[in-house]
């Protein structure tokens, strides 16, 4: 049973922030690859922005850099998703993850939350 503590979804006026957080049991917060994932109805899974708990590393989807930031809290073994400027094609549903391995979703990914909704409109 997947217990990540996922929140922060909700419905913004395009141009909007929100900010997602997800908190992860130590066990899993510890496998080092940690980040987002979303899915819009229709299109494939998509890698949003993860984030290397051994280094801080950070990587993004060309289409969210310079407008999502993700950051942790290893004292709450928490990873945030800050997003601002949010466009009607960031309305997906996002999942939080860990246990990944870069953004592309054909790699194994060893934990998946149940996903908080996203929602920009004009």
């Known amino acids: 049973q997947v217990e990540f503590v996922e929140s922060g979804g909700g419905s913004v006026q395009v141009g909007g922030s929100l900010t997602l957080s997800c908190q992860a049991p130590v066990y899993m917060y510890k496998k080092n690859c940690v980040g987002w994932f979303r899915q819009a109805p229709g299109n494939e899974r998509e890698g949003v922005a993860v984030?290397?708990?051994?280094?801080?590393?950070?990587f993004y989807a060309d289409s969210v850099k310079g407008r999502f930031s993700i950051s942790r809290d290893d004292a709450k073994n928490t990873v945030h998703l800050q997003m601002s400027g949010l466009k009607p094609e960031d309305t997906a549903m996002y999942f939080c993850?860990?246990?990944?391995?870069?953004?592309?979703?054909?790699?194994?990914?060893?934990?998946w939350g149940q996903g908080t909704q996203v929602t920009a409109f004009a």
């Open positions: 993850v860990a246990g990944c391995n870069g953004l592309d979703p054909s790699n194994p990914i060893m934990f």
């Open positions: 984030v290397y708990t051994s280094n801080n590393s950070t």
